[in-house]
């Protein structure tokens, strides 16, 4: 079997709840994960925005979450989940609103895909500070044994 990652809030392809956007309580979705590789030593957890500012004339891919050196034993994270309840070891980076931490789908125009991304890496990376996506994505080059993505869309309703 290879990597899969899913939540019981959304299905693949399907809408982010309110809840976890900027509209509602701006909370992180439950997420787990399965058959991560035999080999794996750590888990990083990306989750983005490719579709920024405008769907229609995308511009940038806005980092809402990042997270590194999660142990490979670990299965899910939790609803709302904060930093002090990450698996122990895990490290975080920064989103593209400057901080560490979940934040929420917020799409100024049109419906937004939400990509969260599980990487399965065979080492254990260095503490890189507060990365950013594109610092992580490149100490892990070379590093990573499976991944797998779970897509949810989301379009405010104004």
Same mark, same amino acid.
């Given at each position: 079997?290879?990597?899969?990652?899913?939540?019981?809030? !959304?299905? *693949?392809? &399907?809408? %982010?709840?309110?809840?976890? /956007?900027?509209?509602?309580? +701006?909370?992180?979705?439950?997420?787990?994960?399965?058959?991560?590789? &035999?080999?794996?030593?750590?888990?990083?957890?990306?989750?983005?925005?490719?579709?920024?500012?405008?769907? @229609?004339?995308?511009?940038? /891919?806005?980092? *809402?979450?990042?997270?590194?050196?999660?142990?490979?034993? $670990? $299965?899910?994270?939790?609803?709302?989940? +904060?930093?002090?309840?990450?698996?122990?070891?895990?490290?975080?980076?920064?989103? +593209?609103?400057?901080?560490?931490?979940?934040?929420?789908?917020?799409?100024?125009?049109?419906? #937004?895909?939400? !990509? *969260? @991304? %599980?990487? =399965?890496?065979?080492?254990?990376?260095?503490?890189?500070?507060?990365?950013?996506?594109? @610092?992580?994505?490149? /100490?892990? *080059?070379? #590093? %990573?044994?499976?991944? =797998?993505?779970?897509?949810?869309?989301?379009?405010?309703?104004?």
């Amino acid at each position: 079997m290879s990597l899969t990652i899913t939540s019981s809030a !959304f299905r *693949h392809n &399907a809408d %982010i709840p309110t809840r976890y /956007t900027c509209d509602d309580e +701006d909370m992180s979705p439950p997420l787990s994960w399965t058959s991560v590789p &035999a080999g794996a030593k750590s888990l990083v957890l990306i989750v983005d925005d490719p579709d920024a500012p405008d769907p @229609k004339a995308p511009k940038m /891919t806005w980092v *809402h979450w990042v997270l590194y050196n999660m142990p490979p034993g $670990t $299965t899910s994270l939790a609803e709302d989940v +904060d930093a002090e309840d990450l698996p122990k070891g895990t490290l975080e980076g920064i989103n +593209d609103w400057k901080r560490t931490g979940y934040g929420g789908p917020c799409p100024p125009v049109g419906r #937004h895909r939400y !990509f *969260h @991304k %599980i990487y =399965a890496l065979d080492t254990i990376l260095p503490d890189l500070g507060l990365p950013t996506k594109a @610092k992580l994505e490149k /100490t892990m *080059h070379g #590093h %990573i044994l499976a991944q =797998a993505e779970l897509i949810g869309g989301y379009q405010r309703k104004r």
